[in-house]
């Protein structure tokens, strides 16, 4: 690994752009987004900062069921998404599909359509929650970057740590 | 639905307590009789809801009724319905003047379910008569701009997923039930 | 002759603008079609859809409790408003009356959550202006309502707090003190953005004038909630059409429709500021109000046939359900309108004639729930004033001017 891959993943885990796409959501989670970004808890504190392309961002919230109409569009977005691009699905309906599973124009999680990196479950969760699973994944980024954080890395679960290796790969 | 069922849907309210109201459904009745018919017309025991059944090549006169003598401006929405054998049109509307929402309802044979369209008379229907024709397969003929409207691009034509004998030939509704997290390499 | 005599007419090509399903200016998928001609536009098309999650469908297949959680999720802000007009339409099928205090917690539930979602337009709204510290500032605040709607009913946005047949939750002592020192703090920064609404020239110059909604147009558009009132149309369920303790505030006499002559973005925005301030006045004479009793009354699951119409006025309009119950434990039909869906015809209206620049404020002075749509407007570009012409038409025509020339 140069000198300058080194320096670009120090800069990625530093400060990651996060972009929020809604793909059949109840606003619920937007909303709580936005609240985890406002001053309160501000998220920009951990370098995170939400931008409105996809093409300038490392990190896609997906909120919501995806539904028929949306599935194309959506997997359009994440191409659209430079490399190596990660995709955090927030809320219960993002996850699996939620309350909405037995309709007939939703397919389930935001994982039928695009890979997930991370799951934050909740209906819709807390900005405390948003937040810990945003520093949650710059843990486990750094460690797949290897770039040594003064945090202490908490053991990640098999399938997550394969998925986010392929993605840096890719 | 049967005729009995139908019948004790309806929950007449008692004449007091319900004064304005029955006075302006005596006046409707008397002003249009043989548009409305009496059976399905009713006050209801809910304060300030009326309910008008309508013929369906009177609706527009009804409406046009509506508009000039009772000032009616505020259009809420369009619910469509399956009773089995006819499928049903409800227009809500509310009379800010009387402060009474009135609903006034249309029954259309299954074979034909076709009536004219009021989106000329009052724009706010448009798209709502859209959405009855997409999930009902009612159609309001005459409607300005007939389009998609909620479902996917790829839906099918001749099926319409509200009506009560929409058997899912796709299996749409079991999918999302059964699906689980999909593995990196499936994409 | 020269051609310089004749008076030269220069029309700007038509140009049309997508936005949507993804931009930046909007928080959830829709798309718009601006069709331009230079700066202005003069033609608006909106397409939803993309939210269309089936609801109605899935709920006949549940059975009354099960829908009522599903209402929540139409929408995550106005969540207690579906939650709660479904329990009162359950409730009316059954022809239950629910005790007093169910009906003053309810409506304080309701009430909590207009202002937290006025405050949430508030912010998007300075947002859209570019005037982003007092976005930072209202959403700050908006943190205490958020608090007092957790403490209230133990989450911050599904709240859940209605059942059929009542509420959930109780108001203790010590909540209700917990309650009333949040609600004067909210007033007080409550009335600061209004003057800030009013007398800030960043927000004021951006909105005066913008987007003008005539009251004769609103009313022919049914235009709803502040949208509606902005422009003078009295449109307000809590006064026209009053259910639960929406009666009893009625009849106390202290409080009023909000009404703005305007009939522009700024009349929509201080309907809305000066609303909230009611708002908190209502909570507080809901609290210092709130009669002794049970919190809920028993309903048997299985409810008579019957039709109900339920109206109420969530913070963007006017909500109705339509419930068709069939002696079963599951709804025979059940039909949402949203108030979002009503004010896409006005809105599209107030678009036209005006500049690009305005576009995103005049959207969001609708304050738009697509999740609650989930549906389809279009409109038509046909404007009376101005005679348009597509272009290949008016190529023909130069042609054909020309060849008369010759």
């Known amino acids: 690994m140069g000198f300058l891959r080194k320096l670009i993943n120090r800069a990625r885990v530093k400060s990651p752009y996060v972009f929020h796409f809604n793909s059949g959501s109840c606003n619920g989670c937007d909303i709580e987004i936005i609240a985890a970004l406002m001053p309160r808890l501000d998220l920009e504190r951990f370098g995170i900062k939400l931008v409105g392309s996809p093409r300038h961002a490392d990190v896609m919230l997906c909120t919501g069921p995806v539904t028929e109409q949306i599935k194309p569009r959506l997997q359009r977005i994440y191409e659209q998404m430079a490399e190596p691009k990660f995709v955090v699905a927030i809320g219960s309906c993002a996850c699996s599909g939620g309350v909405f599973r037995g309709s007939y124009n939703v397919l389930g999680g935001v994982d039928q359509a695009i890979p997930v990196t991370a799951y934050i479950p909740g209906c819709p969760p807390k900005p405390s929650a948003i937040t810990y699973g945003a520093y949650k994944l710059l843990e486990v980024l750094s460690e797949q970057l290897g770039i040594s954080e003064d945090v202490a890395a908490e053991p990640v679960a098999e399938e997550q740590t394969e998925s986010i290796k392929e993605a840096v790969e890719a | ?187 | 002759m020269t051609e310089s005599d004749e008076p030269r007419i220069v029309i700007p090509p038509r140009v049309t603008i997508p936005i949507g399903p993804q931009h930046p200016a909007l928080k959830e998928p829709g798309m718009f079609k601006l069709t331009v001609e230079g700066e202005r536009i003069i033609d608006a098309e909106v397409n939803i859809g993309y939210n269309h999650r089936s609801i109605e469908k899935i709920a006949e297949g549940r059975t009354f409790l099960q829908v009522l959680y599903l209402a929540e999720r139409i929408c995550g802000i106005c969540s207690a408003t579906h939650n709660g007009t479904l329990a009162q339409a359950v409730e009316a099928a059954a022809e239950v009356e629910i005790p007093e205090r169910a009906k003053f917690i309810r409506t304080l539930t309701w009430e909590l959550e207009r202002i937290h979602s006025h405050i949430l337009w508030l912010g998007v709204a300075f947002h859209e202006v570019g005037f982003d510290t007092a976005f930072m500032y209202s959403w700050r605040d908006r943190e205490v309502v958020m608090d007092l709607l957790e403490t209230l009913s133990g989450n911050r946005v599904n709240y859940a707090m209605n059942t059929i047949g009542g509420v959930r939750r109780d108001v203790t002592d010590s909540l209700k003190e917990t309650l009333l020192k949040g609600l004067d703090k909210l007033e007080e920064r409550m009335k600061y953005y209004r003057d800030v609404a009013i007398y800030e020239k960043t927000f004021w110059n951006r909105v005066d004038g913008v987007g003008v909604l005539p009251n004769k147009i609103a009313k022919s558009h049914g235009a709803v909630g502040p949208t509606g009132r902005g422009s003078n149309v009295p449109t307000d369920v809590r006064f026209n059409d009053p259910t639960q303790a929406y009666v009893h505030l009625r009849d106390s006499g202290e409080f009023e429709m909000v009404l703005s002559d305007r009939e522009d973005v700024a009349g929509r925005a201080i309907v809305r500021v000066v609303e909230t301030i009611e708002a908190v006045r209502m909570c507080r004479w809901l609290l210092h109000n709130l009669p002794d009793g049970p919190i809920r009354e028993r309903v048997r699951p299985r409810i008579q046939p019957n039709e109900v119409l339920a109206r109420y006025e969530a913070p963007r309009g006017e909500v109705i359900h339509y419930l068709v119950t069939n002696g079963s434990d599951k709804p025979e039909r059940w039909k949402v309108r949203a108030p979002t869906h009503a004010n896409w015809v006005s809105m599209a209206y107030t678009l036209r004639g005006g500049y690009l620049a305005d576009a995103p404020i005049i959207l969001a002075a609708i304050d738009p729930c697509f999740s609650c749509t989930d549906r389809v407007v279009l409109v038509d570009a046909e404007d009376e004033t101005i005679q348009l012409k597509p272009l290949d038409v008016l190529r023909a025509e130069s042609n054909k001017w020309y060849e008369s020339r010759t």
Not at chain 2, 26 to 49: C, F, N, T, W
Not at chain 2, 80 to 92: C, F, V
Request: glycine share 4%; aromatic share 10%; proline share 8%.
């Open chain 2, 1 to 187: 639905m049967t005729e009995t069922e139908s019948v004790t849907e309806h929950h007449m309210a008692p004449e007091e307590e319900h004064e304005e109201e029955y006075a302006l459904f005596r006046q409707v009745m008397a002003d249009l009789e043989g548009d409305v018919l009496i059976e399905g017309s009713y006050v209801h025991k809910q304060p300030r809801r009326l309910f008008f059944q309508v013929l369906p090549d009177k609706l527009r006169d009804v409406v046009q009724y509506f508009m000039t003598t009772h000032d009616m401006w505020q259009a809420s929405t369009l619910s469509g319905r399956d009773l089995g054998d006819d499928l049903q049109a409800n227009y809500h509307f509310f009379l800010n003047d009387q402060k009474i929402a009135i609903t006034l309802r249309v029954n259309v044979p299954r074979n034909k379910p076709e009536y004219s369209s009021i989106t000329d008379l009052m724009p706010a229907f448009e798209f709502v008569e859209n959405e009855l024709r997409e999930l009902f397969g009612v159609i309001p003929v005459g409607h300005p701009k007939p389009r998609r409207c909620e479902l996917p691009e790829n839906w099918p034509k001749n099926e319409y997923p509200m009506r009560k004998d929409w058997a899912d030939p796709r299996g749409l509704m079991q999918r999302s039930k059964t699906t689980g997290p999909k593995k990196p390499e499936e994409y």
